[in-house]
């Protein structure tokens, strides 16, 4: 079974950084690819980055050059770091995992953390 925790998120105002992290639960051998998807209130889910075992990296282009993730595989933890951040950032911000190599992971979920952008 595997389990994601979200944590991080929080109010920021606009141009903001913020920090989310995940914990996986499961060994990081049985993970592949990583990612972190979002949904606004009205808007369909969407991914923001997603991150292979081998290194490779998917972004949004809402998310290209202000959103990095990255993973530490000695933590089972998967970073998403936010920086510039915008109004239309906000939004639930859900982890995700996949026992395969995918840039767009969803086998696994976490509970999702609150991201709200706003002066």
């Known amino acids: 079974q595997v389990q994601l925790v979200e944590s991080g998120g929080g109010l920021v105002q606009p141009g903001g950084s913020l920090r989310l992290s995940c914990a996986v639960s499961?060994?990081?051998?049985?993970?592949?690819?990583w990612g972190w998807f979002r949904q606004a209130p009205g808007k369909q889910r969407e991914l923001v980055a997603a991150i292979t075992s081998g290194g490779v990296t998917n972004y949004a282009d809402s998310a290209k050059g202000r959103f990095t993730i990255s993973r530490d595989n000695a933590k089972n933890t998967v970073y998403l770091q936010m920086n510039s951040l915008r109004p239309e950032d906000a939004a639930v911000y859900y982890c995700?995992?996949?026992?395969?190599?995918?840039?767009?992971?969803?086998?696994?979920w976490g509970q999702g953390t609150q991201v709200t952008v706003s002066s």
């Open positions: 995700t995992a996949a026992t395969r190599s995918s840039l767009r992971p969803r086998d696994y």
């Open positions: 499961a060994s990081a051998f049985s993970i592949s690819s």
